[in-house]
């Protein structure tokens, strides 16, 4: 790269991203009411595509519905989710009220572990699932089901 270039281009690329930088520093926080939202908008979509995975696997097996389904799974189960249980979401209403116990904001370790198990779980499911081995899908979602059942169990009010 010729000197005269780097002499304007670096400049121009710190200056930009330091003007980047800056805008995310400046941007609020999200309300807690908007937190609860995304958290229970995530789990609406596990819900249902766990629903088309379990009629799949039940049912007439469709290979490239399971795929989807578990891909999707995957990505939510992977994408952060714990972070939408900020301090402050504790209680509130996002589309409904929140059904997270408070001993979730109390045992973040847990929770920690718990959401670890649940991406490497709904991971493993997602590489099953372009196999088409229906057995072993079959037994993976069985280990993702229970990882869903370990956290409602401990950090999930009844409805």
């Not at 009411?33 to 995304?38: F, G, H, P, T, V």
């Not at 097996?61 to 249980?85: H, P």
């Not at 057995?135 to 089901?145: P, R, V």
């Amino acid at each position: 790269m010729k000197q005269g270039l780097k002499k304007v281009l670096i400049p121009t690329l710190a200056i930009t991203l330091l003007a980047g930088s800056a805008g995310v520093l400046a941007q609020q926080a999200p309300k807690p009411e908007n937190l609860i939202k995304w958290r229970q908008s995530a789990f609406q979509l596990v819900a249902w595509n766990t629903g088309r995975i379990k009629a799949s696997v039940e049912g007439q097996y469709n290979k490239d519905e399971v795929q989807r389904a578990a891909n999707t799974i995957a990505a939510i189960a992977n994408s952060g989710l714990g972070g939408l249980f900020a301090a402050g979401t504790e209680q509130g209403k996002g589309w409904h009220d929140t059904s997270a116990k408070p001993e979730l904001f109390k045992d973040g370790k847990h929770f920690a572990e718990l959401n670890a198990s649940f991406g490497k779980e709904a991971t493993e499911l997602a590489a099953l699932a372009g196999g088409g081995d229906v057995a072993a899908i079959k037994a993976q979602f069985g280990k993702l089901q229970r990882t869903c059942k370990s956290c409602h169990d401990d950090f999930k009010s009844k409805d």
